[in-house]
């Protein structure tokens, strides 16, 4: 069975970080895009950033560029989020996905491209 579970979302102060976790079970990350997500209240799911399976190759949304970065631990079949300087813009649901495709572009970081979703983890940013 397919699975995807994330962790470490919780309630932060502006400015500071949280590093969010991705762990897959029924499958292996290696040959499987990745990508994270998140949905604040009454807005569409937005994609955050992605990476590929070959050389981890990443796409990443200009909202969270040079604050979040992406990346995998294939070996503990595992993909990280690592926020910086939260805002409470950031405030959200965040999900992560897979889609089993081999290639060494940056995947779209797009919801029609994955196959598989996490239930989410919630991020709050609040003083």
Known sequence: QVQLVES???LVQ????????????GFTLEHYAMGWFRQAAGKKREGVSCVSSI?????????VKG???ISRDNAKNTVYL?????????TAVYYCAARQVHVRVAPPCETFY???W??????TVSS
């Open 82 to 90: 690592d926020m910086n300087s939260l805002q409470p813009e950031d």
């Open 114 to 116: 994955y196959e598989h």
């Open 55 to 63: 050389d981890g190759n990443t796409n990443i949304a200009d909202s």
């Open 118 to 123: 996490g239930q989410g983890t919630q991020v």
């Open 14 to 25: 502006p400015g500071g970080s949280l590093r969010l976790s991705c762990t897959a079970s």
């Open 67 to 69: 604050r979040f970065t």
């Open 8 to 10: 470490g979302g919780g």
